[in-house]
């Protein structure tokens, strides 16, 4: 038996430049964290020989490739031809949830595919290959953000450059700096999950079409930059600010980002305490992020507390990326 773990994902800045219809023009960054929720893969060979068994929110007893539902696993299935094997995937978090799922589940099930069948296979590699899988394959309208987010982990400022290389450049922090930024971020459910794809198909069409959205995408970089160099110099002190800033540009550039809703809970949080934040991932649900100074904490945590239905999650920054977590072959 084989068990890959890929973690789930935070941005803070730059979500939306990675979309081909942007940094093929402008070139793309995104400052990005994992965080210690993860999506687990799990194969092993299967007693019947000619079967395929797949465990995920449903179960799939398949004899072919081609009968197989999950559109991933039909992919991954058909590249590596494989037969006779049961492969099940389990979750920290649901999908459609804003923090990167599908990208690390694509991540997690190559990297246990590889392992599986004995063949090395860079991470560098793996997050390429989950790019071309879910863009090119399978005509997702994403970005490549979340792949290199989730492979790489920690802490990462990533470059999507025109030419369609993508550079990972990793943010050290000391240690007490690392835990100030992890204990004042918080993230709030917000009860609503939403398919990435329609939101990320009308934010490119936006993109294209409008000048001035385009420009809120370069805006979007610059605070990405910004924070990036802010944080090279240990500085948190414009951190919500940034948030707040790259929150409602993005909001302007597809009516499909965000509701009323979520601008209601959103403006509680502000009122609350916070001093910024954004909804993570496409837009439309998901979760909240706020960002949080120490001195207001108690008092945001007991605002936040009176609001209804929505589910606080306690996060940590992670380090690690994707791994083989077991390897018991026999």
Not at 26 to 31: D, E, Q, S
Not at 50 to 77: M, P, W
Not at 102 to 121: D, G, H, P
Not at 192 to 218: G, V
């Given at each position: 038996?084989?068990?890959?773990?890929?973690?789930?994902?935070?941005?803070?800045?730059?979500?939306?430049?990675?979309?081909?219809?942007?940094?093929?023009?402008?070139?793309?960054?995104?400052?990005?964290?994992?965080?210690?929720?993860?999506?687990?893969?799990?194969?092993?060979?299967?007693?019947?020989?000619?079967?395929?068994?797949?465990?995920?929110?449903?179960?799939?007893?398949?004899?072919?490739?081609?009968?197989?539902?999950?559109?991933?696993?039909?992919?991954?299935?058909?590249?590596?031809?494989?037969?006779?094997?049961?492969?099940?995937?389990?979750?920290?978090?649901?999908?459609?949830?804003?923090?990167?799922?599908?990208?690390?589940?694509?991540?997690?099930?190559?990297?246990?595919?590889?392992?599986?069948?004995?063949?090395?296979?860079?991470?560098?590699?793996?997050?390429?290959?989950?790019?071309?899988?879910?863009?090119?394959?399978?005509?997702?309208?994403?970005?490549?953000?979340?792949?290199?987010?989730?492979?790489?982990?920690?802490?990462?400022?990533?470059?999507?450059?025109?030419?369609?290389?993508?550079?990972?450049?990793?943010?050290?922090?000391?240690?007490?700096?690392?835990?100030?930024?992890?204990?004042?971020?918080?993230?709030?459910?917000?009860?609503?999950?939403r398919d990435a794809n329609d939101?990320?198909?009308?934010?490119?069409?936006?993109?294209?079409?409008?000048?001035?959205?385009?420009?809120?995408?370069?805006?979007?970089?610059?605070?990405?930059?910004?924070?990036?160099?802010?944080?090279?110099?240990?500085?948190?002190?414009?951190?919500?600010?940034?948030?707040?800033?790259?929150?409602?540009?993005?909001?302007?550039?597809?009516?499909?980002?965000?509701?009323?809703?979520?601008?209601?809970?959103?403006?509680?949080?502000?009122?609350?305490?916070?001093?910024?934040?954004?909804?993570?991932?496409?837009?439309?649900?998901?979760?909240?992020?706020?960002?949080?100074?120490?001195?207001?904490?108690?008092?945001?945590?007991?605002?936040?507390?009176?609001?209804?239905?929505?589910?606080?999650?306690?996060?940590?920054?992670?380090?690690n990326g994707l791994q083989v977590?077991?390897?018991?072959?026999?």
């Amino acid at each position: 038996m084989i068990i890959t773990r890929a973690p789930f994902r935070i941005s803070f800045a730059g979500g939306g430049s990675d979309l081909p219809v942007f940094y093929k023009k402008h070139g793309g960054c995104a400052l990005v964290t994992s965080i210690n929720r993860y999506v687990y893969i799990e194969i092993h060979p299967y007693f019947n020989e000619d079967r395929i068994q797949l465990k995920y929110s449903q179960t799939e007893n398949v004899g072919s490739a081609d009968e197989v539902k999950h559109k991933i696993f039909r992919e991954v299935i058909k590249q590596f031809n494989l037969m006779g094997v049961e492969i099940s995937c389990t979750a920290d978090i649901p999908a459609g949830t804003g923090l990167g799922s599908s990208s690390a589940f694509s991540a997690a099930l190559l990297k246990a595919v590889y392992a599986y069948k004995n063949q090395y296979c860079s991470n560098a590699n793996i997050a390429a290959e989950a790019c071309e899988l879910e863009i090119k394959r399978l005509k997702s309208p994403i970005g490549k953000q979340d792949q290199y987010a989730s492979v790489f982990g920690g802490l990462n400022f990533i470059r999507f450059n025109p030419d369609d290389t993508v550079v990972v450049e990793p943010i050290v922090l000391d240690r007490q700096l690392k835990n100030t930024l992890g204990n004042r971020l918080y993230l709030y459910y917000t009860g609503k999950m939403r398919d990435a794809n329609d939101i990320l198909d009308d934010q490119q069409k936006s993109i294209s079409a409008d000048p001035q959205k385009e420009r809120k995408l370069i805006e979007m970089t610059n605070i990405a930059e910004k924070m990036k160099i802010a944080l090279e110099k240990s500085d948190l002190s414009d951190f919500g600010k940034y948030l707040h800033e790259g929150w409602m540009l993005k909001k302007g550039i597809s009516t499909l980002i965000s509701n009323g809703d979520i601008d209601d809970l959103y403006q509680k949080g502000l009122s609350a305490g916070a001093s910024g934040g954004k909804l993570l991932g496409a837009g439309g649900g998901g979760f909240l992020l706020f960002y949080v100074d120490d001195a207001r904490k108690e008092e945001f945590v007991r605002g936040m507390a009176l609001i209804k239905n929505i589910k606080r999650l306690d996060v940590a920054l992670e380090q690690n990326g994707l791994q083989v977590v077991h390897h018991d072959q026999g």
